[in-house]
């Protein structure tokens, strides 16, 4: 199984990654590795990362991009060409391995002698030349590193449609060996799987055809053939859809919403759902894994968890949170539609226990540098820090050392989207599976996850307002009832229920929102009817079965 993805977060010393998908892609290839499952990934190895984000003086956010040198990245030796812009470009092929992850193939432009550096330097960073150009290296480079290590594969999983021009390639390989296009598409088609993450048509990138064949997208197809692939102007997750036997969404909310939104483009794979999940080593505290499985008190490993968090918080800001109060955390990227200032949108509601310090609200995230609108979202959320200095705090630059400070320390996770775009958000599933209680609108994974006041908090108005501003009012007058009603009472006055919701979170979640399910999933529901298409499977395989008494269901 060769899996393709733009970004990969396996550990903050390897800034590759910009959000929640790469980190999704890492803890995917780390539950191969903990399986034994026969799966590399594929990527590009990004020289100056997503981006450093830091704060300024005025509360601006400004990105700096450092040169990386990644001495630990292996160099296998072995190189493979793609065209770009009709010219020759070289892509060393490196390897990692270090992370217990299945071994992560990552193709680097970027190295002395190189003209072409600039393809490889930034993640999402440049305009369409640029991304066109990285999306030719992941996809058509990326089938001809398998070529050049001898892999052989059975099934390409396509994570986002940045990687189609590997279906592409994959045709061109069958078109040169003498199949009509039509054939050799079909042929493509049931050896591909794609996952759709982008539950909002107009997030989905599209291109021009006159760049995509200016900067040797087309890789020896015509106008016409792309066509019938992706449309005009050239939609890549309609390619995706159309090159692929399977899609799936990332959660059961999400496959409603995929397959209502894209019912719409003919001749694509059917779209079913499988949930995201995450990495328990990676993001489970070692002491909260302990005292759940035998059965001990939480609270003891809990406040460790949080005394390190406000620790670090202490020491990257003036902040001086109470460990005895109540702590919210909400850390994304800064989108509109994750409401992140939702809680501050009537802010003489919560002055007072924000006053008393009986609420603390720690945020971090980061906007992308060509993104004002999530700029100005973090520049609101550092004046609400500089504010309520001790009881909102914004930590700068975050990554997945803060994610996992954050995920394990807060008290309470708040995630308050507007239904129904947030496809999954697995940062609530890494909270749940410490006990950090989620207070959350129904949308993505939480459709299927915490129950209310057992297992954590929802906000009642399920039903999606057509207009935002009445769904902003709505979910905000359930937000401050739910917090006045049920969350601050239930800490500061009933600490046996706390410690008894925050058992049945982990009971909820550690194997149900597990990558190790996750890729269970994947195996049994995409890959497996994939390869037994075919006359023949090249390698037998077999996926462990879950042992028993690994997850109990609470409800």
Not at 210 to 223: E, K, W
Request: glycine fraction near 10%.
């Amino acid at each position: 199984m060769a899996y393709f993805c733009m970004e990969y977060g396996l550990n903050w010393r390897l800034p590759i990654y910009a959000g929640g998908l790469g980190v999704l892609a890492g803890d995917y290839l780390k539950a191969a590795r903990e399986l034994g499952l026969p799966l590399i990934g594929i990527g590009i190895l990004w020289r100056q990362d997503y981006t450093e984000q830091f704060i300024g003086a005025d509360g601006w956010p400004y990105d700096i991009y450092p040169n990386y040198d990644y001495e630990f990245v292996k160099d296998t030796g072995r190189t493979v060409t793609v065209q770009v812009e009709g010219r020759n470009v070289v892509c060393k092929i490196r390897l990692v391995d270090q992370y217990d992850n299945a071994p992560l193939y990552l193709l680097d432009t970027n190295f002395p002698g190189s003209e072409h550096g600039w393809i490889t330097t930034r993640l999402y960073g440049g305009g369409c030349r640029e991304r066109i150009a990285q999306e030719i290296v992941l996809g058509i480079g990326g089938v001809r590193l398998l070529r050049a290590l001898g892999i052989d594969v059975d099934v390409y999983h396509f994570n986002e449609g940045h990687a189609v021009l590997a279906g592409v390639e994959l045709i061109r390989e069958k078109m040169e060996r003498g199949m009509p296009f039509q054939e050799a598409w079909q042929a493509t088609r049931r050896q591909v799987v794609f996952t759709t993450h982008t539950p909002v048509e107009a997030g989905n990138e599209k291109h021009s055809h006159h760049d995509l064949q200016a900067l040797g997208a087309y890789n020896g197809l015509s106008y016409d053939e792309m066509f019938r692939l992706g449309g005009d102007p050239f939609n890549m997750t309609e390619a995706a859809l159309r090159l692929c036997t399977l899609a799936n969404a990332v959660s059961n909310l999400h496959g409603h919403t995929a397959r209502a939104m894209w019912r719409h483009v003919a001749d694509t794979g059917p779209i079913i759902s499988i949930t995201n999940g995450v990495h328990v080593r990676t993001w489970q505290s070692p002491d909260i894994h302990t005292a759940f499985r035998q059965g001990r008190d939480l609270w003891k490993p809990h406040m460790k968890c949080k005394k390190e968090l406000i620790s670090y918080a202490g020491a990257h800001t003036d902040a001086n949170i109470n460990p005895d109060g109540l702590v919210v955390g909400f850390a994304r990227r800064a989108a509109g539609y994750k409401r992140s200032d939702l809680i501050f949108r009537n802010s003489e509601v919560i002055d007072p226990l924000l006053r008393e310090g009986k609420l603390q609200l720690i945020f971090s995230g980061k906007a992308h540098p060509n993104d004002e609108y999530g700029k100005r979202i973090i520049r609101d959320l550092v004046r609400m820090d500089r504010k309520y200095k001790d009881s909102v705090v914004f930590l700068e630059n975050y990554n997945m050392e803060i994610a996992r400070l954050m995920v394990q320390g807060c008290d309470v996770w708040l995630n308050n989207p507007l239904r129904p775009l947030e496809a999954s958000g697995t940062s609530g599933m890494k909270a749940a599976m410490n006990g950090v209680l989620n207070l959350s609108v129904v949308d993505g994974w939480v459709g299927e996850g915490p129950q209310h006041g057992v297992s954590g908090w929802l906000l009642d108005n399920l039903a999606a307002n057509p207009d935002p501003v009445k769904q902003d009012e709505q979910d905000l007058q359930s937000l401050y009832h739910v917090l006045f009603s049920d969350v601050v009472p239930t800490f500061y006055t009933d600490r046996h229920r706390w410690v008894d919701m925050m058992r049945a979170s982990i009971d909820m979640s550690h194997y149900q929102f597990s990558s190790l399910r996750m890729i269970r999933e994947y195996y049994e529901l995409m890959y497996r009817p994939v390869m037994e298409q075919g006359d023949e499977i090249t390698a037998p395989w077999m996926i462990p079965e879950r042992p028993a008494g690994e997850h109990t269901r609470y409800r």
